[in-house]
């Protein structure tokens, strides 16, 4: 039993100390605070345990208790709903003022969803109930139920996002379940049977396929499926059917077994026309298949390297480089040019260039093979290589970067210019010699256009007494200022030069220092009959023969002028006749010279 004992003192008059004790039987009462307190501590319990997140406040907002469940939710709380957020108060159908009117004691609960932000800043979809009661003492009390529904919130979005992508990708699921068999997802997927006359989606599961709508050559593939879908076995198979509408279709089915938190085992069924897919797979083989004929069939070597490393070849590629046949794929660039001369700077020189964008072109001859030097016999065959980039890289990327061959994708074209080369190496000697015959030759030699000289050689040069770089560019007219544009000597050798593509003559050389030299002019045009293609005119000093002819007249001159002076008639009689008579002779016959000149001797005598 529980007793509760009061004592009091008091004094008589006597001056004598009196106690008084009571004794009061308090059992029912200490029993019943017992069951209070382990009410108490159960429920804290229940409310330390529960998932759900729970709060109590009252009348003034002030938070009196709440559970971890729903710190964790709601983060750190105030003391009192004036200080938390708007999303939260408004969650909990209170203002800045307190709880919202329409809480009174013994309404139904009232329902509020929303929106509150977390810690990083991704807002949370939570949902409340709200309920307010009167304590035994007269005040009103409000508890609060919060609830996580970001999960209903993302199971909507999923079945959403599901619903629509199956749609969009024209395809069929169905979920196979211990419980309730077979489940179809969004619609129920008929099954397609020969001879309906609107056959169902091609997106079916794979239950729904008959066997008789299978093409023969892809049974084996639609019993495989049928195996893994009785033992419930992982599987991707694809097969074709017939289709009463739409003609041959390939499908697509995976069956993909799990097992649930219950235990229980389900398979998921997914079906989907892949025929636009196959369709464009065997157009890419075939497209393959004849890119692969076109290269092997062409004289040029092509490869396509991805960084320092080659893909694939054609077979003209590994000959020019003298490989063997069918190199494997991831070979190293140096090892396919190791009969280059430097060939890891080509390497570099050729990814700095793709670097930069560029095109990479540069020609080089092979080593001879020490593997077989039968082949040196026929010359050192000449390679062009282009190198062009066909995949973007990361700008700024370094060339010496390891990682850069990783990202360059190239493509490297080779062609055989041995025969070139053979023909460049001999037009430079033929070139040479040309020019040596140009630059040595005595006679002076010019290439003339449109009466300006275009080049002329160093024998030109000294008889104009000009440099000979300085030749180019001057006119027929400033060397031979007798022979300009529309003079008759400049008619009649344009019209020598139509009529018979040459034409020979002599004229005087004007020089630097003011004294002529008479030099013997051949033309000849370059193309016949085109007198715009230019011409090749030889220039030979004469000077020194005209020099003597000009002396010869001279001492002719003389000597006739002796003879008129003597009495004796002389005649000069050559093979065509007379050449010439003395003023003495021209008396004595009574004529002039022009009637005697080219007559036979017996005229006179």
């Known amino acids: ?60 907002g002030l938070l009196l208790r709440s559970n971890p469940a729903f710190v964790a939710l709601v983060g750190p709380l105030p003391d009192t709903l004036s200080q938390a957020v708007p999303a939260l108060r408004q969650l909990l159908a209170c203002d800045e003022d307190g709880p919202l009117p329409r809480l009174q004691p013994g309404s139904p609960p009232l329902a509020v969803q929303g929106w509150l932000p977390q810690a990083d800043n991704a807002p949370r979809r939570l949902g409340a109930m709200v309920r307010c009661y009167m304590t035994s003492g007269g005040q009103r009390r409000y508890m609060a139920v919060l609830e996580d529904r970001s999960a209903e919130e993302e199971r909507d979005l999923a079945q959403t996002q599901i619903g629509a992508l199956m749609d969009t990708a024209g395809l069929g699921l169905a979920t196979f379940q211990e419980s309730s068999g ?21 997106s079916a599961a794979v239950q729904s396929i008959s ?7 892809s049974l084996p593939e639609y019993e495989k499926l049928q195996q893994a879908l009785r033992h419930a076995q992982r599987a991707e198979v694809r097969y074709a059917i017939r289709h009463a509408t739409l003609g041959d279709r390939w499908l697509l089915t995976r069956v993909e077994p799990a097992t649930l938190a219950s235990g229980k085992r389900t398979t998921s069924v997914v079906t989907i026309d892949i025929t636009e897919q196959h369709q464009t797979q065997q157009r890419s083989e075939r497209l393959l298949r004849e890119l692969t004929t076109i290269l092997d069939s062409t004289s040029a070597g092509i490869a396509y390297l991805r960084g320092n490393e080659l893909v694939r070849c054609n077979r003209r590629f590994e000959t020019m480089l003298g490989l063997p046949e069918r190199v494997p794929a991831g070979t190293p660039f140096e090892q396919l040019f190791a009969r280059v001369a430097g060939a890891p700077r080509l390497g570099k020189d050729v990814w700095a260039a793709l670097d930069g964008d560029h095109v990479y072109e540069t020609e080089f001859a092979l080593q001879p093979d020490a593997t077989s030097p039968g082949k040196a016999e026929h010359g050192t065959p000449w390679l062009a290589l282009a190198a062009r980039r066909s995949a973007p890289a990361n700008a700024g990327d370094a060339v010496d970067d390891p990682s850069l061959a990783q990202r360059f994708e190239a493509i490297v074209v080779l062609s055989d210019i041995t025969r070139l080369k053979t023909q460049q190496t001999e037009l430079e000697v033929l070139a040479r010699d040309r020019e040596l015959m140009f630059s040595l030759s005595e006679v002076g030699i010019a290439f003339v256009r449109n009466g300006v000289l275009q080049r002329a050689n160093e024998a030109l040069a000294r008889m104009a007494d000009v440099p000979v770089e300085k030749l180019a560019g001057l006119t027929v007219a400033e060397l031979f200022p007798g022979a300009g544009p529309g003079s008759p000597e400049a008619e009649r050798e344009l019209r020598a030069l139509r009529d018979y593509g040459r034409w020979v003559g002599e004229r005087p050389l004007h020089r630097r220092n003011g004294k002529p030299l008479w030099v013997q002019i051949s033309e000849r045009l370059v193309n016949a009959g085109d007198t715009a293609g230019g011409l090749i005119a030889s220039y030979v000093n004469v000077d ?16 006739r002028a002796i003879l008129d002076s003597v009495l004796v008639g002389i005649v000069t009689v050559g093979p065509g006749g007379i050449e010439w008579m003395n003023r003495s002779a021209r008396r ?18």
Do not use: Y
């Open 182 to 202: 077979w489940v179809r997802q969004r619609q129920p997927l008929a099954t397609v049977r020969a001879g309906d006359s609107e056959p169902p989606p091609l």
């Open 588 to 605: 004595m016959f009574g004529g002039d010279l022009a009637d005697f000149v080219g007559q036979p001797i017996g005229t006179v005598a």
């Open 544 to 559: 020194a023969r005209h020099r003597a002819e000009h002396a010869v007249a001279v001492q002719a001159e003389r000597t």
């Open 1 to 60: 039993r529980w007793f509760r004992e009061v004592c009091n003192t008091c004094t008589d008059s006597a001056g004598k100390t009196f106690h008084f004790l009571i004794w009061q039987d308090v059992t029912a009462e200490h029993v019943a605070r017992e069951r209070a307190e382990r009410s108490a501590r159960e429920l804290d319990d229940w409310f330390d345990l529960s998932p759900v997140g729970m709060l109590l406040f009252d009348d003034a």
């Open 211 to 217: 066997r008789d709508l299978v093409l023969p050559q």
